[in-house]
C-alpha cells in the first residue's frame, strides 16, 4: 500500500495490477487514450512494462497493517472487475475488505455491471461502488445505469475524470458522490465551461486539477 496525493483518499491498495481497457481483452486491448496506468508501467514497472493484468496475493495482508481507519482506493492501477479478472482474485480482494470494517474500501470501476455478480457485497458496508464517466454517450449511460440499478446499499458514487464532454443528460439520481478532474499528461484535453456547468449534483467534489478551470 502507499499513501497517496490522490485529493479523496488516503492510500492506494493494489493486489492487482494491469488492464486491458473498457471491452478489452488480451488478444485486443482496448487502452484508454487518457490512462495514467499505461504510461507509469511503461517507465516504472520493468517487470511488466506491457501492464498486463497480474495478482499479487501477498499483498492481500496489507490493509491489515494500517490501524487508523482509512479510506482506501482500491487497485488505482488496475480494473478489478474488468471481463478478464478470475472471479478467485475479486473475491480474495472482497474477503480482505469484509475483514477490515474499520476502512473505507473505494471500488471503481469502468465495468459496473459486473458489480451484479458478486452479492458479498451486500454484506460489505464499508465499501463504496464508483464507476468512471467521461461525457454523454452510450457507454457511460450504460455504466452509470449499471451502478444506479445496484440493489446494494453501498455508498454509490461516480468519477467523472477526465470530463471530456457535456453530462447535463446523465441521471445522477441515486449517486451520493460525484468526484470531478480534468485530463492531465500530454496533449491533454482543457474542460469547457460548459462541461464544468453541466455537472449538476449536491455532492461535487472538484479536484485540484479542474480547480483553475472553475469560474471564480
Known amino acids: 500500500m502507499n499513501r497517496t496525493k490522490i485529493e479523496w483518499t488516503s492510500w492506494t491498495w493494489n493486489p492487482c ?10 488478444e485486443k486491448p482496448n487502452n484508454c487514450k ?20 497480474r495478482f499479487y496475493p501477498e499483498r492481500l495482508k496489507e490493509p491489515y497493517w494500517v490501524k487508523k481507519p482509512s479510506k ?36 471503481l470501476t469502468k465495468n459496473p455491471k459486473r458489480y451484479l455478480e458478486f452479492k458479498g457485497f451486500k454484506d460489505i458496508r464499508n465499501a463504496w461502488l464508483g464507476t468512471t464517466i467521461t ?20 455508498y454509490k458514487f461516480v468519477s467523472i475524470e477526465p470530463l471530456l464532454g457535456n453530462v447535463s443528460k446523465l441521471n445522477l439520481n441515486g449517486i451520493d458522490l460525484c468526484i470531478v478532474g480534468a485530463m492531465t499528461g500530454p496533449n491533454a484535453i482543457e474542460p469547457k465551461k ?23
Open 17 to 26: 495490477v494491469g488492464c486491458y481497457g473498457p471491452g478489452g481483452t488480451r
Open 34 to 53: 487518457y490512462c495514467y496506468g499505461k504510461r507509469i508501467a511503461k517507465r516504472f514497472f520493468k517487470d511488466n512494462p506491457d501492464f498486463e493484468p
Open 72 to 107: 482506501i482506493f482500491v487497485c488505482s492501477m488496475a480494473d478489478l472487475f474488468g471481463d478478464w479478472v478470475p472471479d478467485l482474485w475479486i473475491e480474495a480482494v472482497m474477503a480482505t475488505a469484509l475483514e477490515n470494517p474499520r476502512h473505507i474500501f473505494q471500488f
Open 135 to 154: 461525457t454523454y454517450d452510450l457507454e457511460n449511460r450504460e455504466r452509470l445505469l449499471s451502478l444506479r440499478n445496484l440493489s446494494y446499499e453501498n
Open 194 to 216: 460548459e462541461w464544468i456547468d453541466s455537472i449538476k449534483h449536491n455532492n461535487i467534489f472538484w479536484k485540484n486539477n479542474i480547480k483553475k478551470y472553475l469560474p471564480k
